[in-house]
């Protein structure tokens, strides 16, 4: 996982970590079944911060 320390000193700010989310057309295709691992366990996870 990245150090967030380290971003904040190379000049990021306001890093907030974004967890995966299934858009509710997703859901509706595919039921909550199917996501259900992913959701689970996810996969990934965005960061989102500025400069």
Known sequence: MLDE???RAAGF???EWV???ISEEGLREFGEDFWADA???P???LLRCRA
Do not use: T
């Open 39 to 41: 959701l689970a366990h």
């Open 5 to 7: 320390q380290s971003l």
């Open 13 to 15: 700010c306001e890093l």
């Open 19 to 21: 967890p995966l989310q």
């Open 43 to 45: 996969p990934l996870e």
